[in-house]
């Protein structure tokens, strides 16, 4: 494993999980699993020392190194307790780690492939926090991947097991499986016709919870949502990759085409004008925030899987939404900016993506 990164490469380049493909990426942005896992010898993380959180960490990079499968060899492992805020943000933006971890304390660390297909997150909420994300709506190849991935794991790590409870897990709605299967969904034309309140209504009845971009205490930006599932207590793995993958998702991407396709016939004037409002005031701006950027964007994302915009595709208006936030925006400039300054290099950043020109230098 590689144990240092160039965080101005990785900010340039675009992970797996935002590329614009696999099934239903018009509407599905990625597909996550993730797996909560705890060391049999060591206490949960609330109840560790610093000397604790130590020997987690150096034992399970040490049990990961000793694998010989390529997609740990091949891995990054960045040490996150000496990184910057910009450097851990950057990650965080990513979905490389959570932002429970890049504001925590003491040791811990992140290992990812170079593909940022899959992460190790080591010292979250649980000592272990495996995910693997992929493009679209993919839950199948998901979970063959994650479960591929804790299988060597626990060759070399003997996990927190009870027989009749299963994995145990620092918060009890995730002992069992510790399996929480995730979809981040692109939803602007149920937000625009003002169907989300039916959408969160209908969830809450089947124990799914819709979170914004970054997950738990997320605010919803851009019209994304997270779904996934709310608890793994007393639930199979194949109950809950079929709740997700066979009843939340398709039923909220149905809503969405019906939506979609209800704003196209009825509204297809209106439409295009909010669509093309966005498209100039992120084409001119000289100054503009993230959330209004998001705000834009979203617009633009929708006009193009409608065929609205023609000069652009999916992946392009997705490398903006990640390249325009914070922690990206000042990894490419190269260093730390004020507010005013970030808002003014987003604007020229966004100038030159869309019109191949910008007022201000973008280096």
């Known amino acids: 494993m590689k144990r240092d990164a160039d965080f101005k490469a990785l900010a340039q380049f675009m992970g797996e999980w935002m590329r614009g493909e696999g099934p239903e990426s018009d509407i599905a942005i990625s597909t996550r699993i993730r797996l909560a896992r705890n060391l049999a010898d060591f ?5 560790c020392s610093d000397e604790d959180r130590l020997s987690i960490e150096r034992s399970v990079r040490a049990r990961m190194e000793s694998l010989t499968d390529p997609q740990f060899q091949a891995a990054n492992y960045i040490d996150l307790e000496p990184l910057s805020e ?3 943000q950057l990650l965080v933006e990513r979905q490389l780690i959570s932002r429970e971890i890049a504001e925590s304390d003491g040791s811990r660390a992140v290992a990812f492939d170079p593909n940022e297909g899959y992460s190790v997150m080591i010292n979250e909420e649980d000592h272990l ?7 679209g709506l993919d839950i199948k190849s998901t979970w063959e991947q994650v479960n591929r991935l804790d299988n060597l794991l626990e060759e070399v790590i003997l996990y927190a097991f009870h027989q009749q409870y299963g994995y145990l897990t620092a918060c009890p709605t ?3 499986s510790g399996l929480r299967v995730s979809v981040m969904l692109h939803l602007p034309a149920l937000v625009i016709t003002e169907q989300m309140d039916r959408v969160f209504r209908s969830m809450q009845k089947i124990n799914v919870t819709v979170r914004g971009l970054y997950g738990e205490g997320s605010q919803y930006s851009g019209d994304f949502y997270q779904v996934s599932n709310q608890v793994t207590l007393g639930h199979s793995e194949a109950e809950l990759l079929s709740l997700v993958a066979d009843e939340v998702a398709p039923q909220i991407i149905a809503y969405e085409r019906k939506a979609r396709e209800s704003l196209l016939n009825n509204n297809r004037d209106d439409l295009h004008d909010e669509v093309s409002r966005a498209m100039g005031i992120l084409s001119t701006a000289r100054k503009i925030s993230s959330e209004e950027t998001m705000h834009h964007l979203s617009k633009i994302r929708l006009g193009v899987s409608m065929g609205l915009v023609e000069h652009l595709d999916v992946k392009a208006i997705n ?14 400039q190269g260093g730390v900016l004020g507010t005013a300054e970030r ?7 966004l100038q030159k993506q869309l019109t191949g020109k910008s007022d201000n230098s973008w280096n």
């Open 43 to 47: 206490p949960f993380i609330r109840r």
């Open 86 to 88: 910009l450097d851990r």
């Open 129 to 135: 926090r495996i995910q693997v994300m992929k493009s």
């Open 174 to 176: 995730n002992v069992g």
């Open 319 to 332: 490398q903006m939404f990640l390249q325009s936030q914070a922690a990206h925006l000042q990894t490419l």
């Open 343 to 349: 808002h003014a290099r987003r604007a020229s950043f």
